[in-house]
């Protein structure tokens, strides 16, 4: 899909704590997130405006093998793998959220970066830095087949990995996806599939 989903606003549970976002753990929180994204009246009820997180953009991403590239040639990615990637944007506080599913992943988690699922700077069928790096998706099934990661991040953002001289996080802002989503993509990494397991553009 990885179409801007238009007003993006996301309840708390009645129960939530509030959150403080400039009191963050090195730019990072983590939360669980239930993302409807097939709500059919989104945001139609009111709410005050310490109940909601506030976006200003939504993205859903279908992640497929058939999408990876080693720079510009397909891979294959892994082979029966699939990923769906839920973004949401608040751009006036230089964070994102993330609602992350890997189904039959295999292999291990394996990147230059810190971790090994990523937002790349790269145009459908081309290679490109990182910009933002997740936190991989974890077992949550006995079977181990479903994986999930969810939460928020917050800039300055670092990748781990160094190009010219300085981190491909370094300086980078979630509103230039909005500016221009078809220039970034989701993916991860797997042991068994180093350019990409799964693969899915923004836009």
Do not use: W
Not at 90 to 107: P, R, V
């Amino acid at each position: 899909m990885g179409a801007v989903l238009g007003v993006a606003s996301l309840a708390l549970g009645s129960g939530a704590v509030p959150l403080d976002l400039n009191n963050l753990n090195n730019g990072h929180l983590s939360l669980q997130l239930n993302i409807d994204l097939n709500q059919d009246a989104f945001g139609a009820n009111a709410f005050a405006a310490n109940d909601l997180f506030t976006f200003t953009s939504l993205h859903s991403i279908q992640a497929t093998p058939d999408q990876v590239v080693n720079d510009t040639t397909p891979t294959g990615g892994l082979a029966g793998a699939s990923g769906v990637f839920n973004f949401g944007i608040n751009s006036h506080a230089n964070m994102i959220c993330y609602n992350i599913t890997l189904h039959n992943f295999q292999g291990e988690f394996e990147s230059p970066a810190d971790t090994a699922t990523h937002i790349h700077e790269a145009a459908r069928g081309a290679s490109g830095p990182p910009r933002i790096a997740f936190p991989n998706p974890e077992p949550i099934d006995e079977a181990g087949t479903v994986r999930n990661s969810a939460g928020c991040l917050k800039g300055p953002f670092v990748t781990g990995v160094i190009m010219e001289e300085k981190d491909t996080g370094e300086g980078f802002h979630v509103s230039q996806i909005e500016q221009n989503p078809a220039a970034f993509m989701a993916d991860t990494h797997s042991s068994l599939a180093l350019p990409g397991a799964v693969r899915g553009q923004i836009a």
